[in-house]
């Protein structure tokens, strides 16, 4: 009897296998869905990390351009001092002057001899009035120029007369990541004392060499930039 059954197939196999298939396609579906969070949730920490950091970039730019503007206040306070105690000894010499006329000539010296040194301590003080002013007007569109074209942020190097400069959007396959180099100006010959990634010892000290020639800072910064970008995509 049993052999003259009919046999029946109910497919049990084939919906075991689809829905193991269904199971790892949904397994990988969460997969992606954490990993892409998790990747939102880290470039979010690192944006506002930067956010703080440029914030307090400006904060002690701030803080520098205030004590300048005390420092200058306070010079031309002293100057006006100065001016002020060397018009009383005008007015005193020319005192004694008409009391002795014996010594017109001396006192008239001397006179003439404090009132060219007034003009050249005013003039002198204008120069560097004019030159604070010319120089703060250029800073600004000139740091505005390295960050906005070359990818750049300034910070301090942690130690007087250190700074440091980070340079961004340096690898063709990862524009995030940051490649950055100390700058010691404490003596007249700058140096490099620290980069990350490490660099060529004599690509760097070439770049160094023409930074303390010519002074020019643009065309060190846009070197040593060109210099990461060799380094980081070889």
Known sequence: MADSL???NFGFDELRTRMAAFTDRFDNFIARGRKRVLEERNQFRITVAELEEDQKMKKRDLEILAQKTAQHN?????????AAEMEQAIEAL???????????????SQITAIKRDIA?????QSQHARDLEEHSRHNVPELNF???YLGLRIQGG?????LRFVFCNLNERDWSREAWFELDTERRE????DSRPKMDREVVERCVEGLNSSRDLGQFLRKMRGAFATAINQ
Do not use: F
Request: no cysteine; proline share 2%; aromatic share 4%.
């Open 6 to 8: 009919p046999s029946i």
């Open 74 to 82: 306070q010079t031309i306070q002293q100057q006006e001092a100065e």
């Open 94 to 108: 020319t005192q004694q002057r008409d009391q002795a006329s014996s010594h017109r000539v001396s006192l008239q």
């Open 120 to 124: 050249t301590r005013q003039a002198a």
């Open 146 to 148: 390295w960050e906005t």
């Open 158 to 162: 942690g130690k007087v007369d250190r």
């Open 190 to 193: 700058y140096a490099v004392v």
